[in-house]
């Protein structure tokens, strides 16, 4: 069978957004990036032809909505400049004036024809590769019927493709507020949806969809994105679990407390996940700062993510068990980073611990706490399953991932998880705490553990400045 001729794309100038597109667009073609206004179509368009300035392509960005003036404040917004990128403004151009000269009421045919004049003349002119037309709403107002604005649109399609120019045409117009957008979207070969919502509290949040892109097999769905100072628009794909690492040889991972690893029937294995469930108090976070510790010390990578405690809270609770991990993170070998709940979105998060896997090696992930991930989200059963996503992908790399979870309720009164998230622990640590005769006394029990034998027993969890230390339960005598 012959081989299969890869088809040549161009790169988006986009960070994330190649990666869906498998590679890039697809050279010599006509894509509509559709949006509300401030859904950052602009700067994605300025990103698509500021890439194609660096490579010495020539570029042209044709406006009808907007000046040079504005066009250069949005760029300088984010520190960059129009150098390389000739901005033709339509709007107020000679042709257009001379035109409306000649009669008391301009015709649609006059204005139509005078502006697509204007525009392939600019084209023929300075011969772009790459090319924005901002936007098609001001050709659909002139058109002012949908035939019209169709055969219109053909037409400069085939004008662009004669001459293997890639165009970005930036549309307002949506399904869901113009039915007649279909047929526009049926021309274009590819179209990218982004789209903003603003929640009841916190930031606003965006998206972006590839709805259709012909001839390549683009991660479908939403994906998360941003825009960014400095950046422009950044997205994070969705993560796609089969396309992670192959699946390792499994390992037993230690604690470094012999009777903690024995409840597990050794240790814990590579490749799983663990839920730590417990009320406040009960030293889910120091069951987490075991295992790194005891990671590091293997000379091991650990990634922490922070949704509640702070980096420093964090270090000082550490060093009064014992466990000094400030050295580890200046090495680089402990990878922390804390989150502002309310500004991070599934998509960034998942990718900011897929990089962390990938470029430094991580072989124990920890979230704490998946309740205060959960808490900033508007949609938790969307979040369980981005999450979900982003478990499976750690599996298959072989990362031992712990996520502590959060029980309300205090001393056993109560007690309960908003979301039933046990499906997604391999294995399930179960912490509680209660007060008999004026003492509170922790214990420690192995729920549940899908890979091999483990203890059943119910022990008591002693976490003092020495250590963390497990012993078999006794029962104070009652009365």
């Known amino acids: ?49 500021r890439a194609g300035a660096e490579l010495g392509e020539p570029c042209i960005y044709v406006s009808l909505s907007q000046t040079r ?27 257009i004036n001379r035109a409306a000269d000649q009669t008391i009421f301009q015709t649609t ?3 139509l024809d005078e502006t697509r004049k204007t525009i392939e003349s600019a084209i023929d002119e300075h011969k772009p590769s790459r090319l924005v037309y901002d936007s098609l709403l001001e050709i659909r107002l002139i058109t002012g019927d949908s035939p019209r604005f169709r055969r219109e649109l053909i037409a400069f399609k085939a004008f662009l493709a004669q001459r293997n120019i890639v165009a970005l045409l930036l549309d307002t117009q949506t399904y869901e507020t113009d039915r007649t957008g279909e047929e526009v979207d049926g021309i274009a ?11 009841e509290y916190g930031g606003v949040r965006r998206r972006i969809e590839v709805s259709k892109m012909r001839g390549v097999p683009v991660a479908d769905g939403y994906h998360d994105m941003a825009i960014r100072e400095g950046e422009g628009v950044v997205v994070f794909p969705r993560i796609v679990p089969g396309a992670a690492a192959r699946t390792v040889k499994p390992q037993l991972i230690k604690s470094g407390v012999d009777t903690l690893d024995e409840m597990f029937g050794g240790g814990q294995e590579a490749g799983t996940t663990t839920l730590v469930i417990g009320q406040a108090g009960t030293g889910k976070s120091t069951m987490a700062s075991l295992y790194a510790t005891a990671a590091l010390k293997r000379g091991e990578s ?30 680089g070998q402990l990878i922390i980073r804390d989150f502002n709940p309310n500004e991070i979105s599934p998509g960034e998060f998942g990718q900011i611990v897929q990089q962390a896997v990938n470029s430094e090696k991580v072989k124990v992930v920890v979230i704490d706490s998946f309740t205060g991930y959960l808490n900033s989200l508007p949609h938790r ?14 599996a298959r790399a072989g990362v031992l991932t ?14 309960g998880i908003d979301v039933d998230v046990s499906f997604l622990g391999d ?4 912490l509680r705490i209660a007060e008999h005769e004026g003492r509170l006394r922790r214990s420690i029990t192995v729920v549940k553990k899908r890979h091999g034998p483990h203890d059943l027993d119910v022990r008591e969890l002693f976490i003092q400045r020495s250590g963390v230390t497990v012993i078999p339960y006794n029962p104070l005598p009652e009365g």
Not at 73 to 91: C, K, N
Not at 190 to 199: A, P, Y
């Open 1 to 49: 069978m012959a081989e299969r001729k890869k088809q040549a794309v161009v790169g988006s100038g986009i960070s994330g957004l190649d990666e869906i597109l498998r590679g890039g667009l697809p050279a010599s073609n006509l894509y509509i990036v559709q949006g509300a206004p401030g859904s950052g179509k602009t700067t994605a368009a300025l990103q698509f032809l």
């Open 69 to 95: 003036a504005e066009l250069e404040a949005i760029a300088l917004s984010h520190g960059w400049t129009l150098d390389g990128i000739r901005v033709e403004e339509l709007s107020a151009s000679d042709s």
């Open 109 to 111: 045919e006059l204005r």
């Open 189 to 199: 070969h590819g179209v990218i949806r982004l789209d903003k919502s603003l929640e």
């Open 302 to 331: 650990v990634g922490l993510f922070l949704f509640e405690e702070r980096i420093e809270t964090f270090f000082r609770r550490s060093e009064g068990l014992g466990m000094a991990l400030r050295q580890f993170h200046e090495d």
């Open 381 to 394: 059963e969307k979040a369980v399953r981005d999450i979900q996503s982003l478990l499976k992908y750690l």
């Open 402 to 415: 712990i996520l502590i979870v959060a029980q309300h309720g205090l001393l056993g009164q109560g007690v």
């Open 427 to 430: 294995t399930v640590l179960l």
